[in-house]
């Protein structure tokens, strides 16, 4: 009997995601274990494994298809002894709309289509796939997303190609044969009017409508937001509408600490790489930030919580989420248990995480959840902001540059390195009190950065 293999759901809020490549092809014999495609999530890209033997009769879904729906099938088995031309025929019971999921058009193709669509029906005038007419004047025709590069790629026009997939899609092959036969050259003079009245059909609505009339025609090109983009926008704008947030901030002197670190990483032990000896650990100023917050939740417990309509949620352990930026994006991988680990610990676990957040790599449980996070422009030379808190927290510290300032110690004006911490706190969760604790205890730490290493 044929097995199926649907698109399954990587994190429990995933509802769809994009299949950006596949590493088996149609004839491989697999078995359990065996990795069969690159799955990409709104932040994460996740290799989905086989959980069952077989040979590969039907890849349903192409590689580089948008938006296909948890649980959609998107590629079928033959079962050791079955005929695959069998199985690649009788698979597709899955709870798809159809045996083959559309991909969302990109910037060179008509107005977007989500996944969940149906693609429409070919003309009944129709019956066999065939060339469009040169005529046709913009009706949309339906291709798989690496036969639209590689026509793009020699300069064909994709409606004059003759579709042999599924419902007259043009696929692969077809780009080869009109490539081999010399025809179906895209015009010149056509290609920029083209490529104008696809972008404007990528925002579609009355508010878009509306935007878009402020700017003259030609002006401006359209960014279509993707997973991620969505994503942020979706969970930032619930934060905004749901959280009852208060700010409080705090001057934080950082002369001890910054000796402190210089005489750590100083004593740093070396380790051996392929790029030669290189220290074991490079502590930087957010290390020391991530520890002292963790430190800060455990010694004022009641801040470590999260809301829920029927009770607040008490963690036992402090997991601080690290805001990373990546292209066209934000992620916050997680240090979990934060307050039980060494600087050093942080510091390589932080850089790890990093890395694999800028290339997409990261497991959603190294970026969901989370009791608290940290968020860190003083790089950029900003003195303070505000943030917003990520739920399910209940906090979030905005850190800003250290500045030399003058200090007034004992009646004496000295000069010092200030940097001010601003927090953000769900007001259900966190009184204004309890906040003004763990800000103090914060502050405490950072002034007194050996208290973090006993």
């Known amino acids: 009997m044929p097995i199926n293999i649907t698109m399954p759901a990587l994190s429990p809020t995933m509802e769809e995601g994009n299949l950006s490549k596949w590493l088996v092809k149609e004839g491989d014999k697999v078995k359990s274990g065996d990795v069969l495609a690159e799955i ?17 009769a039907k890849l349903v879904v192409a590689a580089g298809t948008e938006g296909v729906k948890v649980n959609a099938l998107i590629a079928i088995l033959a079962a050791d002894g079955e005929d695959v031309s069998a199985a690649a025929a009788g698979g597709g019971s899955a709870p798809a709309p159809t045996a083959e999921v559309a991909p969302a058009p990109k910037a060179e193709a008509a107005p977007a289509q989500k996944a969940s669509e149906p693609a429409p029906a070919p003309a009944a005038a129709a019956p066999a796939p065939a060339a469009a007419p040169a005529s046709s004047g913009g009706a949309k025709t339906f291709s798989s997303p690496l036969a639209r590069r590689l026509a793009k790629e020699a300069g064909l026009d994709l409606s004059a190609v003759a579709g042999s997939g599924p419902h007259g899609r043009v696929v692969k092959a077809d780009i080869e044969k009109a490539v081999a036969s010399g025809g179906a050259k895209a015009a010149p003079a056509a290609a920029p009017q083209a490529a104008a009245a696809a972008a404007p059909a990528l925002a579609k609505g009355p508010a878009d409508d509306t935007v878009l009339k402020l700017f003259p025609e030609g002006s401006y090109e359209l960014l279509p937001h993707d997973g991620m983009r969505k994503t942020i926008a979706s969970r930032l704008t619930e934060s905004s509408q749901t959280v009852p947030s208060y700010f409080v901030s705090m001057d934080c002197e950082l002369d001890a600490l910054m000796t402190l670190r210089a005489e750590i990483n100083k004593s740093s032990p070396m380790k051996k790489t392929d790029k030669g000896d290189v220290p074991a650990f490079k502590l930087s100023v ?3 930030i991530i520890k002292a917050m963790a430190l800060a939740l455990r010694d004022v417990p009641m801040a470590n919580a999260s809301w829920t309509s029927t009770a607040r949620v008490l963690h036992k352990h402090a997991d601080v989420g690290v805001a990373v930026s990546i292209p066209d994006g934000l992620i916050t991988p997680i240090v979990r248990k934060a307050e039980t680990k060494t600087l050093s610990v942080i510091s390589n676990e932080v850089k790890d995480l990093a890395r694999r957040a800028r290339d997409k790599k990261l497991k959603p449980e190294e970026y969901q959840g989370g009791t608290t996070s940290v968020s860190n422009l003083g790089m950029f030379g900003v003195s303070n902001f505000t943030s917003i808190v990520n739920l399910p927290q209940a906090s979030i510290v905005s850190i800003g540059a250290g500045v030399e300032k003058p ?24 009184d204004g009190a309890l906040g003004a604790e763990l800000a103090s205890a914060f502050k405490r730490y950072i002034e ?5 290493l006993v």
């Open 40 to 56: 990409e999530t709104d932040k994460a890209t996740m290799e989905v494994e086989s959980v069952d033997e077989g040979t590969v």
């Open 286 to 288: 957010n290390d020391f």
């Open 407 to 430: 200090i007034v110690k004992n009646g004496e004006i000295k000069i010092g390195t200030v940097m001010t911490a601003t927090f953000a706190f769900d007001h259900r969760v966190i």
């Open 448 to 452: 007194n950065p050996m208290a973090m």
